[in-house]
């Protein structure tokens, strides 16, 4: 899992540049289907906090009901998102 937390981690950085609209598009399922899975697995493991940080970037990146930003709010909040995904893959164990 830590792998694919530091894949999310790259993806999000990869934001920042001027890329085509489906990237952003692709970028909102896969941020999605990891920050949920994330969020179920701090669950089942009583880590509260994670679970509940995990869940709000999941609804936050949604692309069914996607949550509009001007770019650079998302180039901020992609940063400090795959800060989230690198630093929680450095300190878990799975």
């Given amino acids: 899992m830590k792998n694919i937390k ?3 981690a790259g993806l999000l950085l990869l934001a920042v ?3 085509p609209y489906a990237y952003y598009t692709l970028l909102r399922w896969v ?3 990891v920050s949920g899975y994330c969020a179920f697995l701090s669950y089942e493991d ?3 906090g994670w679970a509940f940080g995990f869940g709000i970037i999941a609804i936050l990146f949604n692309p069914i009901v996607p949550f509009y930003m001007d770019k650079t709010s998302w180039m901020i909040f992609d940063s400090v998102v ?3 995904f690198g630093f ?3 300190v878990s164990e799975a």
């Fill in 46 to 48: 009583k880590s509260m």
């Fill in 82 to 84: 795959a800060g989230v």
């Fill in 6 to 8: 530091y894949i999310t």
């Fill in 88 to 90: 929680n893959a450095f």
């Fill in 31 to 33: 941020v999605t289907a």
């Fill in 17 to 19: 540049l001027p890329l």
